[in-house]
């Protein structure tokens, strides 16, 4: 039976609701965002009045990825990543599409990737950190990063990152693999998928 799940998280613009949608024969939740105090960004590069969240020190353009997420991988990081032509999908619990990238291989391995644009970044998976099964604040690339989930199923191939690329939005990459069995192996994909698209979008 498969494990393959969806789920997205709504980041609202000032609105600090969200809900989750799950699909298939398994479930995960990714964490619900709120907004923090402030929705501007002061202090170090480690440390912000966002939820507790790292500023970013290096922000990137992510808007191209609102109108077109699948243009998050290009041609060569697909083949690499062992990921067919992504399909855009309708997210419907905010306003914007993701794209999920199925594998070449025979499997029902999946990730998909959203750019959500949000008034508090990373900061609101920060401030919502005490309602997740797991939180563990990582990097890539450089970049301030979270995984994160309401219910963990890494150890079944689903994994929720977050990924800080500027100070209002936020990747979140969301692995389904059906061949994983261990938070490793789905967490550890996930990233090579973010780090990607950090190239792609210039970092």
Sequence with gaps: MSRTA?????????VGASVLTSCGD?????PTPAPSESAESSGSPSSSPQ????????????????????????????????????ETRPNEQFEGEACRWQATEESLDSVDVTALDNTDGLG???????????F????VAGYPAVYSGLIDARDSGTCNLWVGVNDQTVLHILTNL?????ADA???????VAESTISTLGG
Excluded: H, I, M, W
């Design 6 to 14: 969806r789920t997205c998280a709504a980041f609202a613009l000032l």
């Design 26 to 30: 398994g479930s995960d939740a990714a």
């Design 51 to 86: 939820g507790g969240a790292p500023t970013v020190s290096n922000p990137l353009d992510a808007a191209s990825l609102s109108a077109d997420p699948c243009a998050a991988l290009s041609a060569k990081q697909l083949a690499e990543l062992g990921l067919a032509e992504g």
């Design 124 to 134: 609101g998976v920060y401030a919502t950190k005490d309602q997740n099964d797991y």
């Design 136 to 139: 563990e604040p990582t990097e």
């Design 178 to 182: 059906t061949s994983a069995d261990s």
């Design 186 to 192: 789905s967490c550890g994909f996930a990233a090579d």
